[in-house]
T-cell receptor, first 111, second 113 residues
Framework: QQQVKQSPQSLIVQKGGISIINCAYE??????FPWYQQFPGKGPALLIAIRPDVSEKKEGRFTISFNKSAKQFSLHIMDSQPGDSATYFC??????????FGGGTRVLVKP | KAGVTQTPRYLIKTRGQQVTLSCSPI?????VSWYQQTPGQGLQFLFE???????NKGNFPGRFSGRQFSNSRSEMNVSTLELGDSALYLC????????????FGSGTQLSVL
């Protein structure tokens, strides 16, 4: 059972454009929602995270929007750069450090 | 501070064999989690250890096991390997002060032939 659904699977954006990745979750016990960035040959690295009592969080060019009633959250990458080309994963956390990940979105930023 | 170190980086085994993967967490981190990453199933939680005790377990068969030592280093073992066990196995560590922030290693790429 996939508890976190992520879309799109891939996207291509021009340099300077906005990348938007969406996630929907089912488990209402999730109390922490991180986004991870993964480059080829590397492990995922935490990018930004949000708790369900906050509707938006911004860190630099990265913004999470959170809609608790809809059980949805999204990542916006503003002014996308070629160095942002990577795979992005959303996740939800319930007990302990058990993360349930979305399927991932491969982002390609064209110069 | 050194990051999470996983060894070996690559491993090739044949069906039926067993394998042990090693993970050294960031110094001071007492929680170690293991994840399996495959193109088909994505990232899936295997188990988590804290102070040598398993505190959480994912939905994997009993062939997958792990342990944590007193220095927080962790190992995971897969017995009777199957072709479907081919995957990138990732270890992540976290500290008590930043419990929810996981730091991942680069993983061990296991190929089962």
């Amino acid at each position: 059972q996939q508890q976190v659904k992520q879309s799109p699977q891939s996207l291509i954006v021009q340099k300077g454009g906005i990348s938007i990745i969406n996630c929907a979750y089912e488990n209402t016990a999730f109390d922490y929602f991180p986004w991870y960035q993964q480059f080829p040959g590397k492990g995922p690295a935490l990018l930004i995270a949000i708790r369900p009592d906050v509707s938006e969080k911004k860190e630099g060019r990265f913004t999470i929007s959170f809609n608790k009633s809809a059980k949805q959250f999204s990542l916006h990458i503003m002014d996308s750069q070629p160095g942002d080309s990577a795979t992005y994963f959303c996740a939800g956390k319930a007990a302990g450090n058990k993360l349930t990940f979305g399927g991932g979105t491969r982002v390609l930023v064209k110069p | 501070k050194a990051g999470v170190t996983q060894t070996p980086r690559y491993l090739i085994k044949t069906r039926g064999q067993q394998v042990t993967l090693s993970c050294s967490p960031i110094s001071g981190h007492r929680s170690v989690s293991w994840y399996q990453q495959t193109p088909g199933q994505g990232l899936q939680f295997l188990f988590e250890y804290f102070s040598e005790t398993q505190r959480n377990k994912g939905n994997f068969p009993g062939r997958f096991s792990g342990r944590q030592f007193s220095n927080s280093r962790s190992e995971m073992n897969v017995s009777t390997l199957e072709l479907g066990d081919s995957a990138l196995y990732l270890c992540a560590s976290s500290s008590v002060s930043t419990n929810e922030k996981l730091f991942f290693g680069s993983g061990t790429q296991l190929s089962v032939l």
